[in-house]
């Protein structure tokens, strides 16, 4: 049973840091795309970054380039977010997404993932 689980989530002071991780279970996460997504309440759930199956290559959000960094551990089957310089505006519930994959684009919509994960809480406030 393919299975993904957020964890790191919690609430943190304006300028700090989270890391996010992403462990996926039931599938081999090296033919995976892994895409993480953030919803806000009242708001659409958009993409923050992800990260392609063969290769590696990494896709960021405008909104978040420069102070998020993705990356994949795929021996301990785990996708990591880390997040620094956290804004106000990150607060939001952060999900991860699997999707068996080739190439080099990871796919950036969540419509065109299979798996999600049950989201973990980042709140950015003093």
């Known amino acids: 049973q393919v299975q993904l689980v957020e964890s790191g989530g919690g609430l943190v002071q304006p300028g700090g840091s989270l890391r996010l991780s992403c462990a996926a279970s039931g599938f081999t996460l090296n033919y995976y795309g892994i895409g993480w997504f953030r919803q806000a309440p009242g708001k659409e759930r958009e993409g923050v970054s992800c990260i392609s199956a063969s290769d590696g290559t990494t896709y960021y959000a405008d909104s978040v380039k420069g102070r998020f960094t993705i990356s994949r551990n795929n021996a301990n089957y785990t996708v990591y977010l880390e997040m620094n310089s956290l804004k106000p505006e990150d607060t939001a519930v952060y999900y991860c997404?699997?999707?068996?994959?080739?190439?080099?684009?990871?796919?950036?919509?969540?419509?065109?993932?299979?798996?999600w994960g049950q989201g973990t809480q980042v709140t950015v406030s003093s």
């Open positions: 997404a699997g999707l068996a994959m080739y190439g080099s684009s990871c796919p950036k919509r969540p419509i065109e993932y299979d798996y």
